[in-house]
């Protein structure tokens, strides 16, 4: 269960098929995201770049029993054919999450609405939502979540710390 979580949250920040209006993109690394994520590894080299002030999570801080809902604009600088999701997560430094799910089948879940691949370059808006389950620990939470394309490029390195409400 836990895993739909994790899901909901890594998918949004990796690719979407939907348009926006034509922006100029870059959320800069040094910006704030909140308390709750933060961009990994060297940004100026993930392919996903959100717009300043494109990500949106609602509730701010994710809680037990009920929905999560994370809707990203940004712009992809290539087009994904496919890809890997990396989770590396640990709840309260003792239980370990390291799972590795393949891109497109991920996206072509009921989470992402089954909006699959490829991803075209361009504008994209990505949109998740998942029911966090009321029997999830409320535990701090801290890790990454890495996505990569078909060639091994990043599309976006997340990484998470918070503590579910």
């Not at 100029?24 to 080299?45: I, R």
Request: proline share 6%.
């Amino acid at each position: 269960m836990l895993w739909k979580l994790i899901v909901a949250v890594a998918i949004p920040i990796s690719s979407a098929l939907a348009e926006v209006q034509l922006q100029k993109p870059f959320m800069a690394p040094e910006e704030a995201h909140g308390q709750v994520w933060s961009l990994c590894g060297d940004s100026s080299s993930h392919l996903l770049r959100s717009y300043k002030g494109g990500v949106s999570v609602i509730p701010e801080y994710p809680k037990v029993g009920e929905e999560i809902q994370v809707m990203v604009n940004g712009y992809l600088d290539s087009p994904v054919t496919g890809g890997d999701i990396g989770i590396d997560l640990k709840l309260l430094s003792l239980i370990k999450v390291n799972k590795k799910l393949d891109l497109c089948s991920a996206l072509n879940s009921d989470i992402m609405d089954y909006q699959g691949c490829p991803l075209t370059s361009g504008d994209v808006t990505l949109k998740a939502h998942a029911y966090i389950p009321k029997d999830v620990p409320r535990l701090p939470l801290n890790g990454d979540i890495h996505i990569t394309d078909q060639d091994g490029n990043t599309v976006t390195c997340i990484h998470l710390d918070f503590k579910l409400q």
